[in-house]
């Protein structure tokens, strides 16, 4: 048997020596062929069924078709060679290095692949259904539609794949680098990815229901509209993430880093947030309907220097589903080209001085009026917001010496308990110390020194809070009477109850 075996290396080798390159079709099963040299050969559906090819030198050559089942591949050079429909079942290629190599529609069933290097390796459209791919290197490969169910990629190193529709059900990922990796409407549905760095990658509409991400990091990942039912993101890094319509029903997301996450539009029905850190991610437009949460983390750091606790889920349901408040100034005028320029230059200016308003407004121009709308997140910035929106306006004086009256009232009549009192105050007073500066800047913007007819304009400006009740805290006399000349206000400032009823159902931040 022996002899026969060295029959078929010598006569392969001489006719390699010789220069012959093709060899399609060949027969070599079973033949030890180790540490061969065949380079830039032709082998189109050759048969190499457990023949033993363990660190042969097979740069380039082309294995279309071929038949490589249980073969020995382990420290093979396959750089750069095609193995396109080529059947690799249960075959070793343990450390081999099949970079830039082209595996499409290749079938690798149960291979084993153990630090293989397959950086820009094309496997769209493989099998790869459990094979061992632990620590291989994957940097830039494309694995779009590859079927990777099962298959075991521990510690694998793949940045900047392409996973597009790929299937990794039940896979194993833990500890991999996926960083900036293409997942778009992958397959992962119970899949093991505790601690993988899937940092920038995106996810977008990929099916990820049970899989557990226990510590994985996420920061700057698209999971919008991905599927994340039943999920285990306990401890996850999520900061910075798009996870606008994704779905977390029934989804553990115990002490997850959301820091200036997105996830409007996103369905918690049933999840588990207690401990999550929520600073600066927005608490409106998500189903939150029967989450367990006891509290929650608002420090900027994610530190538990700011905590906010519930005493019950229907507090917690209440924190989730808020309502952002609203400042509104309804101009009694038409907005023209020329206002809204300098709206535009207004209110930047003003937004550089004061950061809640950091948002342009939504502007609503109907057959006779035109309505400014800012929205808060905070309700805190409601009085201060409106103090300095008002500013470009005719009105902006008797509108600001009202939000004032409101503020000493609030104080004198003990309304609130001192903190509120206090955090409003601070917000108020942070307003006001701007005022003199933005006033003379404002003054050096064309419409607002020379005031248009808009500006001119009579306004009402109205807040409503995050409890939807409103408190309207101007009104000029001539509002809605066509074009009257500008005269006093007559309006009389609402104060007692209807201040202490719009205040507290403001949504305080503890």
Request: charged residues 20%; hydrophobic residues 40%.
């Amino acid at each position: 048997m022996e002899a026969e075996e060295l029959l078929k290396r010598f006569a392969i080798v001489k006719r390699y020596t010789e220069g012959d390159r093709d060899f399609t079709g060949i027969n070599l099963n079973e033949a030890n062929l180790s540490r061969i040299n065949l380079s830039q050969s032709i082998l189109k559906g050759a048969s190499l069924f457990v023949t033993n090819l363990s660190g042969a030198n097979l740069s380039e050559v082309n294995l279309s078709e071929a038949n490589l089942n249980v073969a020995r591949l382990s420290s093979t050079n396959l750089s750069r060679a095609i193995l396109n429909g080529a059947t690799l079942n249960v075959a070793n290629l343990v450390r081999a290095d099949l970079s830039a190599a082209q595996l499409i529609r290749a079938s690798l069933i149960r291979s084993e692949l153990v630090r293989c290097e397959l950086s820009k390796t094309n496997f769209s459209g493989a099998n790869l259904t459990e094979a061992d791919l632990r620590e291989v290197k994957l940097t830039e490969a494309n694995l779009s539609g590859a079927n990777l169910s099962g298959a075991n990629l521990r510690g694998a190193s793949a940045a900047s794949a392409n996973f597009q529709e790929a299937n990794l059900h039940g896979a194993d990922l833990t500890k991999a680098e996926l960083s900036d990796v293409n997942l778009i409407n992958a397959d992962m549905r119970q899949a093991s990815l505790q601690q993988v760095n899937l940092s920038s990658a995106n996810l977008s509409g990929a099916n990820l229901k049970w899989a557990d991400l226990t510590g994985a990091n996420l920061s700057g990942a698209d999971l919008s509209f991905a599927k994340l039912s039943g999920a285990n993101l306990n401890g996850a890094d999520l900061r910075n993430t798009n996870l606008g319509s994704a779905s977390f029903v029934h989804a553990d997301l115990t002490e997850t880093n959301l820091i200036n996450a997105d996830w409007v539009g996103a369905d918690l029905r049933g999840a588990t947030l207690t401990g999550a850190k929520l600073y600066l991610v927005p608490r409106c437009g998500i189903i939150a309907d029967d989450i367990t949460c006891q509290w929650v983390d608002l420090s900027p750091a994610g530190d538990r220097t700011q905590i906010q606790q519930f005493n019950s889920p229907s507090e917690s349901i209440k924190f989730l589903n808020h309502t952002p408040g609203l400042v509104q100034i309804v101009v009694d005028a038409l907005l023209d080209y020329s206002a809204n320029s300098t709206l535009a230059t207004a209110y930047s200016e003003i937004a550089r001085h004061y950061r809640a308003m950091n948002f342009p407004p939504n502007i609503e121009v109907g057959y006779r009026r035109t309505t400014l709308t800012f929205r808060f997140e905070s309700d805190e910035h409601l009085l201060p917001a409106a103090f300095l929106a008002i500013l470009p306006f005719k009105d902006a004086v008797q509108t600001q010496r009202n939000i004032m009256v409101i503020g000493k009232n609030i104080e004198i009549q003990n309304l609130l308990d001192e903190k509120r009192i206090v955090q409003l105050r601070k917000a108020l007073s942070k307003a006001t110390n701007k005022l003199n500066e933005l006033i003379n800047l404002l003054s050096n913007i064309s419409g607002v020194s020379q005031p248009t007819k808009f500006f001119d304009s009579p306004t009402q400006t109205i807040l409503i809070s995050s409890g939807q009740e409103s408190l309207m805290v101007n009104s000029h006399g001539n509002f809605g009477k066509g074009g009257a000349s500008h005269q006093p206000s007559k309006f009389s400032l609402p104060l007692g109850q209807k201040v202490v009823d719009f205040l507290a159902s403001f949504d305080y931040v503890e």
